[in-house]
């Protein structure tokens, strides 16, 4: 399986952007999707997530209410993000829970600035 982020970009403090993520290869047993982010000279840190059948979802505190994560397609998720803040700036990661064993599959990365 290889993810593939997309939507990244500057915005300005209050903006909002959709990150998009695409698995291709073996994709059927994505039990779980994943977003994360590491901001400059800190920790990876999660963010969201969305798994099983019916879409469970969760939030770090930090993202709760402003933040939300969607299985668009069996393949894709897409994380629409709101009311952006400069404390968001950071590289998000999306994570891939094959067969719910943990978030082992890992993108790239896409690079989200905000400024205020």
């Known amino acids: 399986v290889k993810l593939v982020e997309s939507g990244g970009g500057s915005v300005q403090a209050g903006d909002s952007l959709t990150l998009s993520c695409v698995a291709s290869?073996?994709?059927?047993?994505?039990?779980?999707m994943g977003w994360f982010r590491q901001a400059p000279g800190k920790e990876r840190e999660w963010v969201a997530n969305i798994r099983g059948t019916v879409g469970l979802t969760a939030y770090s505190d930090s993202v709760k209410g402003r933040f939300t994560i969607s299985r668009v397609a069996k393949n894709t998720v897409h994380l629409q993000m709101n009311s952006l803040d400069p404390e968001d700036t950071a590289v998000y990661y999306c994570?891939?829970?094959?067969?719910?064993?943990?978030?082992?599959?890992w993108g790239q990365g896409t690079l989200v600035t905000v400024s205020s």
């Open positions: 994570a891939a829970d094959k067969y719910a064993s943990g978030f082992k599959i």
């Open positions: 290869g073996e994709n059927n047993d994505l039990y779980g």
